[in-house]
């Protein structure tokens, strides 16, 4: 069974860095395109972060500047680095992915989610 395993959240201080890390446990070829989501406390899911199939990326005008998305070179890790980190960045981080099972399969996952606490 295929998951997206997410990792790397924790408390940081203003200012400070994290690299959260989305990678595929199970059976597949790779990650086709991703995105990374960012629920605040209280609020709703927002898209912080997409790379599509070709390689494009995309940023919310909140973290663009300060956080990238990239794809390690097997296709099966997503990561997105975060820097400059704002209190209001604190929340839980979801990766969502189109995952290539097989040729011409593939399907749509979430990741569990990570937290991201940013507090002095």
């Known amino acids: 069974q295929v998951q997206l395993l997410e990792s790397g959240g924790g408390l940081v201080g203003p200012g400070g860095s994290l690299r959260l890390s989305c990678t595929i446990s199970?059976?597949?070829?790779?990650?086709?395109?991703a995105d990374w989501y960012h629920q605040a406390p209280g609020k709703q899911r927002e898209l912080a972060a997409r790379?599509?199939?070709?390689?494009?990326?995309v940023y919310s005008d909140s973290v663009k500047g300060r956080f990238t998305i990239s794809r390690d070179n097997t296709g099966n890790t997503m990561y997105l680095q975060m820097n400059g980190l704002k209190p209001e960045d604190t929340g839980v981080y979801y990766c969502?992915?189109?995952?290539?099972?097989?040729?011409?399969?593939?399907?749509?996952?979430w990741g569990q989610g990570t937290q991201v606490t940013v507090s002095s």
């Open positions: 790379m599509t199939a070709g390689g494009t990326t």
């Open positions: 969502n992915a189109d995952v290539i099972i097989a040729v011409a399969s593939v399907k749509n996952y």
């Open positions: 199970g059976s597949a070829i790779g990650i086709s395109a």
